[in-house]
């Protein structure tokens, strides 16, 4: 059964840090490209980072130099370190699997506010 759960997400002030972790299950990790999504409240579902099978990675311009994807393919999970968080990063962020199928988590909240 195929399962990418998300933990990591809550509340934090301006300027704190969060890790988020996407643990999946069910389908050959290493050969796929993983990414976090985030929909904040009200918006279009958009790429927030992707790293590749190989390590290289992507970022949206508005988290460069904030924000880090890694994977870890022994333990078959993905994370996102999210520094300097702003309240414009709140979002529910879903982690995706991609090659020759699709796959998405059920979310996790994030919310940044004093």
């Known amino acids: 059964q195929v399962q990418l759960v998300e933990s990591g997400g809550g509340l934090v002030q301006p300027g704190g840090s969060l890790r988020l972790s996407c643990a999946a299950a069910?389908?050959?990790?290493?050969?796929?490209?993983l990414s976090w999504y985030r929909q904040p409240p009200g918006k279009e579902r958009e790429l927030v980072a992707r790293?590749?099978?190989?390590?290289?990675?992507d970022y949206a311009d508005s988290v460069k130099g904030r924000f880090t994807i890694s994977r870890d393919n022994d333990k078959n999970t993905v994370y996102l370190q999210m520094n300097s968080l702003k309240p414009e990063d709140t979002a529910v962020y879903y982690c995706?699997?991609?090659?020759?199928?699709?796959?998405w988590g059920q979310g996790t909240q994030v919310t940044v506010s004093s």
């Open positions: 995706h699997a991609r090659s020759i199928s699709v796959y």
């Open positions: 790293i590749w099978g190989g390590g290289r990675t």
């Open positions: 069910g389908f050959p990790f290493s050969g796929y490209v």
